[in-house]
């Protein structure tokens, strides 16, 4: 059985950092692309940053493009988003997911994953 479990989200004032983690079990992971997306209330969910299956290419959103960073370790199964300068724009709970297909295309798309984690709340204050 698939499971994706964040870590990480809090509540921090603007221009302050936080560093999520996401946890997988019963996937094979360095085998897929994974991606951190996060939806603010009445909001569409929306992508933030997707990384390769090695961690050797990674993509960003416009919005957080210079500010936050995706990375992962295939050895702890654990994906992280370092999130740096942030803005209450940035308030949202942030997911991640695994890609459906075991290539390395960096998907933007909510339907180019499969499984997805339960979320954890960032919230940041002005």
């Known amino acids: 059985q698939v499971q994706l479990v964040e870590s990480g989200g809090g509540l921090v004032q603007a221009g302050g950092s936080l560093r999520l983690s996401c946890a997988a079990s019963?996937?094979?992971?360095?085998?897929?692309?994974m991606g951190w997306f996060r939806q603010a209330p009445g909001k569409e969910r929306e992508f933030v940053a997707a990384i390769s299956r090695s961690g050797g290419n990674t993509y960003y959103a416009d919005s957080v493009k210079g500010r936050f960073t995706i990375s992962r370790d295939n050895a702890k199964t654990t994906v992280y988003l370092q999130m740096n300068s942030l803005k209450p724009d940035d308030t949202a709970v942030y997911s991640c997911a695994q890609a459906a297909r075991g290539t390395d295309d960096l998907g933007r798309w909510p339907y180019e994953y499969n499984y997805w984690g339960q979320g954890t709340q960032v919230t940041v204050s002005s």
């Open positions: 019963g996937l094979a992971f360095s085998s897929y692309v």
